[in-house]
């Protein structure tokens, strides 16, 4: 843990850094930092955000100033050793790829060199690490996907993407989960929200968990989409292949 940086990023937060990539190995001492710290129960804690590389951590000074909880987070190191990480599920995601819910799907794959057929094969079939959330609430940025769909952003970005789009921007895949601008290749949409401000818990996926995509009709998505108005629809999920 000689690497781990501590980045002073306001008069309420400071960032604590574990490398200068973005990769599973890092984000597994994020994800065994954060379980220490909250084991740790800190008074003047007030919320942690994972990011690629970083954990941030929000405090109140007026309950622990800057100088002791910069003590007490260097302290965290030590017992990093000690922390089990438990195993994440991965969140089962339906998506109805091409046609008028995946407009882009017929360029990613003209641009892979492949049918549209092996572009969904290949989307579906890994399942994507959430490294952390941001952009707008539930955005996932992924990672893992096959470097085989890669794709270009669009030269210039649609002004409203429909909530539950599926896009491709270089070798990051996601969905939006409201309506909003952005320059990403659309090959399908989920009928799931990942982000409903009526639901008991508003955003569906958390970071460090993982995402599989899964193919269906358009029968299915109907069906799928009517239990989600009706709040009756439970997305499935499965341990992870490695597991």
């Known amino acids: 843990m000689n690497n781990v940086r501590f980045l002073l990023t306001g008069d309420t937060s400071l960032s604590v850094e574990f490398g200068n990539a973005i990769n599973e190995a890092?984000?597994?001492?994020?994800?065994?930092y954060k379980?220490?710290?909250?084991?740790a129960g800190i008074p003047g804690i007030v919320e942690t955000v994972p990011t690629y590389r970083s954990l941030m951590v929000h405090y109140d000074p007026s309950v622990i100033p800057y100088a002791q909880i910069r003590m007490k987070l260097e302290q965290l190191l030590n017992e990093m050793g000690e922390?089990?990480?438990?195993p994440s599920p991965v969140l089962e995601i339906p998506v109805l790829y091409g046609g008028?819910?995946?407009?882009?799907?017929?360029?990613?794959?003209?641009?892979?060199?492949?049918?549209?057929?092996?572009?969904?094969?290949i989307h579906s079939s890994a399942e994507y690490l959430i490294y952390m959330l941001g952009f707008t609430p539930g955005f996932t940025y992924l990672?893992?996907?096959?470097?085989k769909i890669a794709a270009p952003r669009l030269k210039a970005p649609r002004m409203k993407i429909p909530a539950g789009?599926?896009?491709?921007?270089?070798?990051?895949?996601?969905?939006?989960?409201?309506?909003?601008?952005?320059?990403?290749?659309?090959?399908?949409?989920?009928?799931?929200k990942m982000y409903d401000p009526e639901r008991e818990t508003p955003i569906l996926p958390e970071a460090g968990q993982y995402i599989q995509f899964f193919p269906v009709t358009q029968t299915e998505y109907d069906a799928i989409l009517q239990e989600v108005e009706a709040g009756t629809y439970v997305v499935k999920t499965h341990a992870r292949k490695e597991a």
Not at 26 to 32: C, E, F, P, T, V
Not at 35 to 39: N, S, T
Not at 83 to 86: L, Q, R, T
């Open 100 to 121: 008028e819910m995946g407009p882009d799907l017929a360029f990613v794959a003209e641009n892979a060199g492949i049918s549209e057929d092996e572009v969904v094969k």
């Open 83 to 86: 922390i089990e990480i438990p």
């Open 143 to 147: 990672g893992g996907m096959s470097e």
């Open 26 to 32: 890092i984000n597994h001492d994020i994800r065994a």
């Open 165 to 192: 789009s599926v896009g491709i921007a270089g070798t990051q895949t996601g969905v939006y989960p409201i309506d909003s601008p952005g320059g990403w290749q659309l090959i399908g949409r989920t009928p799931v």
């Open 35 to 39: 379980i220490a710290l909250e084991k």
